[in-house]
T-cell receptor, first 113, second 113 residues
């Protein structure tokens, strides 16, 4: 699975959009980009995933560049409860194989009042 | 919403005890997983299962076993707990549909004294 690079930490004002970048320059053509977040003392929470088209759901939007070497997770109106560590993961779905999610260190997002 | 429930949030056991960690999911998912999460090491896969009575070793199976007698339930067993098994244990499940994301429980923080 391709390696990802994320900033260690970011701050965002409450009510503003939070844009979390992720670089995955070695991504291969059939690898997906997944985003999870982990709030302190809880299990990781799935947010969104995509292959090459931009994706949106009730939680966030995912923008993937045309060359697929980077992506941005957008939380359109950040709230204090969005304070968490956000993980960008690139993986090949291997049906029948092991799900070796490599979470890395992620980005610690702090939403300030 | 998918619900993955782990039976205990906090557990304290003594060295040498046999420990059972239980996990139940309510989405009829075929796949279930046990991870442990330690500071600086991220999430590491212990065991996983793609069907009832099936089990596969992950990256760090030593000292652990699992049981999946029913589709909704996946148990992690520490045969003889040791202090180096003090950790946060996370259960996850996913559908066998292609690119289905993992959904995690809130974790069990196990302390072995």
């Amino acid at each position: 699975d391709a390696k990802t690079t994320q900033p260690t930490s970011m701050d965002c004002a409450e009510g503003r959009a939070a844009n979390l970048p992720c670089n995955h320059s070695t991504i291969s053509g059939n690898e997906y980009v997944y985003w999870y977040r982990q709030i302190h003392s809880q299990g990781p929470q799935y947010i969104i995933h995509g292959l090459k088209n931009n994706e949106t759901n009730e939680m966030a939007s995912l923008i993937i560049t045309e060359d697929r070497k980077s992506s941005t997770l957008i939380l359109p109106h950040a709230t204090l409860r969005d304070t968490a560590v956000y993980y960008c993961i690139v993986k090949l779905h291997t049906q029948g194989g092991s799900e070796k999610l490599v979470f890395g260190k992620g980005t610690k997002l702090t939403v300030n009042p | 919403d998918v619900k993955v429930t782990q039976s205990s949030r906090y557990l304290v056991k003594r060295t040498g005890e046999k420990v059972f960690l239980e996990c139940v999911q309510d989405m009829d998912h075929e796949n279930m997983f046990w991870y442990r999460q330690d500071p600086g090491l991220g999430l590491r896969l212990i065991y996983f299962s793609y069907d009832v009575k099936m089990k596969e070793k992950g990256d760090i199976p030593e000292g652990y076993s699992v049981s999946r007698e029913k589709k909704e339930r996946f148990s992690l067993i520490l045969e003889s707990a040791s202090t180096n098994q003090t950790s946060m244990y996370l259960c996850a499940s996913s559908s066998s549909w292609r690119n289905s994301p993992l959904h995690f429980g809130n974790g069990t923080r196990l302390t072995v004294t």
